[in-house]
């Protein structure tokens, strides 16, 4: 089954306006998973990660509904089917 | 008029009363039905021809069979004024039904399609309803919509309408403005007409109802709800509301009316798939051949900049704003806000045979060099960012602290400032940006302190007679110099203090704020410290403290006087701690005499309790005769002189916190630039590139914001 990417609002305007991306997947990390979204949607990237390919400080991603910085970061496993959520973070003034 | 016949309809009983009119149930004696009747009253604000008008309309609407629309059976006259037969239905109106604190999701969605549906048959025989809302839309007992009152507010205003909230309604004919106000949408307001998106718009506003129980756009006036519709975005709804049911309230509920849903049917289509569980975006469709545009629900005005405007560009802590006026300076237009929500920490306007606005914008997305060719109409919003770390320097991009231009002949070289501490130069018009490695690779670097703000590269200062020659400027590193286009630097601190170090006077370290050079008098710099005002006339071999007399000398920004050499700015704040304007009085302070005095200039800006702050770059002067000056406070506050700093004006308040300001005449997208600021005015780079070989590619612009 292919994992489901979930897009913010922000940052559609480099998915030709798609909420969600399916990506053909089977069993990897995290970072496999991106790395095939910014194969698609090459600006997606800047966004999410920095030029060292870490995500960026105000930037969760959620594989299902736990959050990745808590289950290993980017080498999170990604199970078939799953749905990777990409969220900024609530804080700001 | 209980038991009357009016055409062959005899009235049984009064249902309500509106604002002009009573409806009864009536019973139709030829065609044996219950009907509906609305009496309108001749005496209820219309004169004969709005009355013409009514009938026409309901005439019009008559014509709209749909299992969702009350139908309108007859209109006709009588002596006292006007009646409508229709269609009687009785139920409850949505009004009533989500007062209660809002209906269930899947209610919303089974009753918002029926209310597209119906709005998708009126807008199909160009008829617009201009009145849509909850207490317009009844709900039969089996459950069906019926939406009233078609086409009827076309003409007549709102007194018409049985509104249960305020109305904003003149009686006029065709321009008035008809409908109830916390439905109307922002064009309206505006005074633009209505068409069918204003219909969606109003939808919009009925489905954020039914699912919260309240209005999107809440006031206790008039006022109030208007300025909310034009400028405030509601309150997100979240679950138990699905996503997709939001994004179409969100896109409905878009301030301008071509980033909503062009037509009724696509509101339908949207929200049937919600019901199918499809996820539904907010943003307009995915086949087409532009990217689209995402609904954002904010408005942005665009200023309209021409030959021989005067500009100052805005950067603040939520987006960037472009101030236009006439060459006198007196009269402001603001456009704006560009990039909602994105710090502008750096503006730049390069003239150097284009007219381009470059810019920062910081965000949780990250930071970006944006630019705009159209003085803000649209942007580039590049795919990958622009100024980047190379990945063996395992570094990542802050912020980007300055823009500078290259050489007036090298309009292909520019250089940032960032965060963390770093050069970047490009050599072909922003399409590619490299690491000066030459100061990277210096070894003091490890040692430099993040200030405040960061560890910031935040001046950039061109010697115009020597290209070889550049100063720059970090908080906490000090001033650096290259001899050699950027190959090599030194350090350059010699007199300058660092109050916060074991050794006062170190090589480097120093919390430089600002530094600046006179064009005409290039060996001469000024330099605003941490603590201490500075000047060097050797190319910054020495440095001399010339804060002399002013009421601190903790301070942020420097300007130099762009005719004359001796004259600088600078906006004293009272101390480390507090940074704020001493006393809580305003006041800049100027020097003619190359800081051997200092003056304080007050007349126009407060001298009580105005705890302001102008931030490093938060200060510019023009290059008109007499010179303009221009500060911006953090707390919004913009402030302008247009005779050198005698007196001031208030040019605007009310923006975000103001972190960078810049000035620009718009002369002929060939001619020259004129001097926006000192800093601005250098000449640096080895090689030479005439304007003619620039590439013609830019990066892909994006017309969203």
Known sequence: MPVTVHIPGALREFTAGRATVEIAFSNGTVADALTLLWTLYPGVRDRVVNEQGEVRQHINIFVGNENIRYTGGLASPVADGSQISIVPAVSGG | ?705
């Open chain 2, 1 to 705: 008029m209980i038991g009357q016949v009016l055409g062959h309809c005899r009235i049984v009983a009064k249902i309500g009363e509106g604002g002009m009119g009573v409806v009864y149930r009536a019973y139709d004696e030829v065609l044996h039905r219950d009907v509906a009747i609305k009496v309108v009253r001749k005496n209820a604000g219309f004169d004969t021809s709005a009355g013409q008008n009514l009938l026409q309309e309901a005439r019009a609407s008559s014509s709209l069979a749909h299992p969702n629309i009350c139908t309108i059976y007859e209109v006709g006259e009588t002596e006292d004024g006007l009646y409508i037969v229709m269609e009687l239905v009785e139920g409850k109106s949505l009004h009533a039904m989500s007062a209660a604190g809002g209906l269930p999701p899947e209610s919303v969605l089974r009753y918002g399609v029926q209310i597209a549906s119906a709005l998708t048959r009126a807008h199909d025989r160009g008829i617009v309803h201009r009145d849509l809302k909850t207490s317009n839309i009844v709900v039969s007992s089996d459950g069906l919509v019926k939406v009233l009152d078609f086409g009827l507010a076309k003409r007549v205003g709102g007194g018409i309408l049985d509104a249960p909230t305020m109305s904003f309604s003149t009686v006029q004919g065709a321009s008035s403005v008809s409908g109830t106000l916390p439905y109307m949408a922002p064009e309206i307001l505006r005074g633009d007409p209505a068409d069918a998106r204003s219909d969606l718009w109003a939808l919009g506003v009925v489905l954020y109802e039914l699912a919260s129980g309240h209005l999107p756009f809440e006031g206790r006036t008039g006022f109030e709800i208007s300025s909310s519709i034009m400028r405030e975005i509601p309150k997100p709804l979240g679950p138990p509301i699905p996503p997709g049911l939001w994004a179409i309230i969100q896109r409905s509920l878009a301030k301008e009316p071509v980033l909503r849903y062009q037509r009724a049917s696509e509101v339908q289509a949207a929200i049937e798939a919600v019901q199918s569980g499809a996820i539904v975006t907010a943003a307009p469709s995915t086949d087409q051949a532009t990217p689209p545009r995402i609904s954002t629900m904010h408005t942005v005005r665009h200023a309209q900049v021409k030959k021989g405007d005067f500009l100052l560009l805005i950067g603040t802590t939520k987006g960037a704003f472009i101030l236009r006026s006439n060459a006198q300076r007196t009269r402001w237009e603001l456009g704006g806000p560009y990039f909602h929500g994105h710090a502008v920490y750096a503006l730049a306007y390069d003239a150097r045979g284009r007219r381009r606005i470059w810019a920062s914008t910081s965000s949780f997305w990250g930071t970006l060099l944006r630019s705009s060719d159209d003085f803000g109409k649209s942007w580039t919003n590049p795919q990958q960012a622009p100024v980047r770390f190379p990945t063996d320097t395992g570094l990542s991009l802050k912020n980007i602290w300055q823009i500078t231009l290259g050489p007036q002949d090298e309009p292909e070289v520019l250089y940032c400032g960032v965060e963390p501490a770093a050069l970047f130069e490009t050599r072909d018009a922003g399409e590619t940006w490299s690491l000066v490695r030459g100061l990277f690779d210096h070894p003091h670097r490890p040692r430099w302190m993040p200030g405040n703000g960061g560890l910031a590269l935040h001046s950039i200062v061109l010697d115009p007679t020597n290209k070889q020659r550049m100063y720059i400027a970090i908080s906490s590193g000090g001033v650096y110099r290259t001899e050699d286009a950027g190959a090599t630097w030194t350090a350059q601190n010699r007199g300058i203090r660092a109050l916060f170090m074991p050794d006062k006077y170190p090589e480097f370290g120093q919390c430089v704020h600002k530094i600046t050079l006179h064009p005409a008098h290039p060996e001469r710099l000024f330099l605003q410290n941490h603590w201490g005002i500075y000047r060097s006339d050797n190319c910054a071999e020495n440095w001399t403290d010339i804060s002399n007399g002013v009421p601190s000398d903790f301070g942020f920004p420097i300007v130099m006087h762009p005719h004359n050499p001796d004259c600088a700015y600078v906006v004293p704040v009272e101390s480390e701690e507090f940074r704020c304007a001493c006393d809580g009085r305003l006041r800049v302070y100027r020097t003619r005499n190359a800081g051997t005095s200092w003056e304080p200039l007050m007349r126009g800006l407060p001298q009580k309790q105005a705890y302001e702050t102008v931030l490093r770059d938060a200060m510019t002067v023009d290059s008109c005769d007499p010179t303009g000056i221009y500060f911006g406070t953090r707390s919004g506050q913009l402030y302008g002189s247009r005779d050198e700093g005698k007196s001031w004006n208030k040019i605007h308040d009310g923006l975000p916190a103001i972190v960078c300001l810049r000035s620009a005449i718009i002369e002929d997208g060939s001619v020259m630039p004129i001097r926006t600021s000192p800093k601005q005015a250098g000449a640096m780079g080895s090689r030479s590139r005439s304007a003619s070989h620039q590439k013609s590619h830019r990066p892909a612009r994006s017309s969203k914001r």
